[in-house]
């Protein structure tokens, strides 16, 4: 099947060098199924980008949605460069305050807490020759932000109660899902430290707009959990899929990984078959953006249609038929949309 040939390029090695491995058991991205599926235009683009920028020490901003990938994609940086025997190490700027993310980042002095009888060594020395992800760097308080800045640009940290700098050699690459050109603008986010860490920027799309992506990375997911839970089933019916490619999915990859595995532990058929209570069961506290307006709800609705009829158009269950249209006015859509046929495997 052509998604096979993606899962077979797109897996990627995330085996962690054995000396560092039990320094890192709270830090390293987490271990889940490290893949790069996709033949979506904008996804390759960006893939090809990262693919580029990864045998460099130059920093990296990656930005899209929540669920998009982000952590992945880091991982393929880091697995790609020269650095891959050494750590990637993984920093949620969104969930210390600023007194601890600093000791987190840059690591303290023995005795400046209580209980402490040794030095805490900090991310940053934790990642020595590797690299180090910053997840939601929007979220970093703004007075750790110069501190942060400070060891972008001088290869030196001071652990908190220290004399001396401590010299470290890590690549950062940082990840968001919030405006941060905005946060600059209100005094959220240094705008030196966001020209530090944008020298190399990467957008991920969100997944309804990798329409054609859905059913490759569905089918992966499948094979994933059937492996993981000792199941048999081995395809997803045609009414789910097209279920699945007309969900707006908010949660993003994240979302839609999910919606496999419940609906295959919910499964005992050979055969997958995914419900509208399946779907609607995330209880996401978010929702996907609408369409700004009637022209992008159209684009939307035929791209959906298109990918739903493998990209037929003629015929009696074509995408013109499906959509109430002479062939030569869908064709002339596209093309105002730009839609072109995704390439063939």
Known sequence: MMWEKFVEEAIINRSIDDETAGTMETSPISKNHGVL???????????????????????VLITGEMGTGKELIAQAIHNWSP??????????????????????????????????????????????????????IGAMPVESQSKLLRVLQDGMVERLGGKQPVPVDVRVIAATNSDLCAAVKRGAFRADLFYRVSVFPLDLPPLRDRLDDIPLLARFFLEHYCVKFKRLCKEIDQESLERLIRHPWPGNI???????????????EPVLRINEQILGSQ????????????????????????????????????AAARLGLPPSTLRS?????GMKRPPAN
């Open 37 to 59: 599926v996709g033949k979506n235009v904008a996804f390759q683009n960006a893939v090809a980008l990262a693919r580029q920028v990864a045998p460099t020490p130059t920093p």
């Open 83 to 136: 650095r891959r025997q050494k750590p990637l190490i993984r920093v949620n700027c969104a969930a210390f305050s600023a007194g601890l993310v600093e000791s987190e980042l840059f690591g303290h002095e023995q005795g400046l807490l209580t209980g402490d009888d040794c030095v805490h060594k900090g991310r940053f020395e934790l990642a020595q020759g590797g690299s180090l992800f910053l997840d939601e």
């Open 254 to 268: 994240r979302e839609l990984e999910n919606v496999i595995e419940r609906a295959l532990i919910l499964s005992h």
């Open 283 to 318: 209880g996401a506290p978010f929702a996907a953006s609408p369409p700004s307006d009637l022209k992008e709800l159209g684009r939307r609705h035929i791209l959906q249609t298109l990918t739903l009829t493998e990209w037929h158009i003629e015929g009696p269950d074509g």
């Open 333 to 337: 859509r596209m093309k105002q949309f």
